[in-house]
């Protein structure tokens, strides 16, 4: 049994909990124990966990009680913090992205992880999200060719649910650059390896000056590729990613807000709409995404990949820090425009 111990039930804590949960009928694991600072959050957590035990704060939970697995889904700024902890205590972890935010938590994590040798993932959800995925298949595989050009983009209205507001605190959420556009930063540094160039190009503001739009352009062995991340000013925007790849032959066009979600155009005219694999489990969790799908798939690799001992080549914990690094540099030159 894969005893879990939980920090973090907020909004992307309860769509973790509630995959476990899920898997819980699959495989061996059980969430034992859980951490949240806010008592209604504990009280939604035990609706879906009722034999967990409950801890007000994430060091009390790793002091008290044995775990296999560690899940951190607390504000950004405490990941390496808790994910240390965890390490220490030889647990394995699946921390939320960002992994962390500074240089110097990128070096403590790389030190900890290089003595403690524990399992780790990192929830770089993209990867596992299937529109991203068949994506992937088209870059390795190329039955339309090379790809040429790459746009992509990730458009959400302001983020208002968040404990203590931490979203709109640059030193606890890495801004939209950290904390949006690194799903897009951390894709193509996947797919495409790390970019010879990255610079952003756009850059706004919010009225308290930290950064709530950034565009940035990268090049990949000479691929143009365009990553745009926003918070608009309203939080009823809905929130929907995009991108438009463009290969020798065919241009495949995502949207994560229409239906269908992929299409291809090629160069002989046709329009194909590619099968995606469909989940429309959605889960009451406060936040502008609420869909079960790609966070349940990342959350099944990750624990078959436990049970069975087989490494994680997904998101390991060395790929999210690369990307927390490649985040940073993109964040130190967009400050200073
Ligand atoms: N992968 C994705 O698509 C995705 C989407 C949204 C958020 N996230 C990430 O998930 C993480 C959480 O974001 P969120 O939207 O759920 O935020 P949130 O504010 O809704 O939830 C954070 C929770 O952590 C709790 N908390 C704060 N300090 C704590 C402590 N010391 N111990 C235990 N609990 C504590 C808060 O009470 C809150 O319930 C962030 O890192 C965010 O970047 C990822």
């Known amino acids: 049994m894969i005893r879990v111990g939980f920090i973090g039930a907020g909004g992307m804590g309860t769509t973790h909990l509630e995959s476990l949960k899920v898997l819980s009928k699959e495989f061996p694991v059980e969430v034992t124990a859980i951490a949240d ?45 808790f994910a240390i902890a965890a390490m220490r205590k030889k647990c394995d972890v699946f921390c939320e992205k960002p992994v962390c935010l500074t240089e110097e938590e990128c070096a403590e994590l790389e030190r900890t992880a290089a003595e403690c040798k524990v399992r780790f993932m990192v929830g770089q959800v993209v990867r596992s999200t299937p529109e991203y995925v068949y994506l992937k298949k088209l870059i390795d595989e190329k039955p339309y060719g090379n790809l040429r050009d790459i746009v992509m983009q990730r458009i959400s209205g302001n983020v208002k649910w ?25 894709y193509l540094r996947y797919v495409l390896g790390e970019p010879d160039t990255a610079r952003p190009v756009h850059v706004a503001r919010f009225d308290s000056g930290m950064i709530n739009h950034i565009i940035s352009h990268l090049t990949f ?66 936040m502008n995404i609420n869909s079960l799908g790609a966070y349940y798939l990342e959350d099944r690799y990750f624990i078959k990949s436990l049970l069975e001992n087989t490494p994680n080549t997904i998101a390991p914990l060395e790929e999210g820090i690369r990307s927390v690094r490649l985040g940073i540099q993109i964040l130190e030159q967009a400050e200073k425009l």
């Not at 801890?55 to 700024?77: E, Q, R, V, W």
């Not at 203590?164 to 640059?170: I, Q």
């Not at 009823?236 to 463009?246: G, S, T």
């Open 162 to 186: 968040g404990w203590e507001d931490w979203f709109h605190d640059a030193k606890r959420s890495g801004t939209v650059v950290l904390d949006l556009s690194i799903h897009d930063l951390d």
């Open 221 to 286: 062995s000479g691929i143009p590729a365009t990553c745009e991340a926003v918070w608009h000013i309203s939080g009823k925007e809905k929130f929907r990613a995009q991108f438009r790849a463009d290969f020798d032959h065919a241009t495949v066009d995502f949207n994560g807000g229409a239906e269908p979600s992929v299409t291809v155009y090629t160069d002989d005219g046709q329009v194909l709409v590619p099968e995606m694999p469909s989940d429309d489990r959605v889960v009451a969790n406060g």
């Open 37 to 81: 600072e806010t008592s209604e959050r504990r009280t939604a957590a035990s609706v879906i966990w009722p034999e967990a035990k409950m801890y007000g704060d994430g060091d009390a939970l790793l002091s008290n009680g044995d775990y296999d697995l560690i899940y951190i889904a607390t504000p950004s700024f405490l990941h390496s913090h």
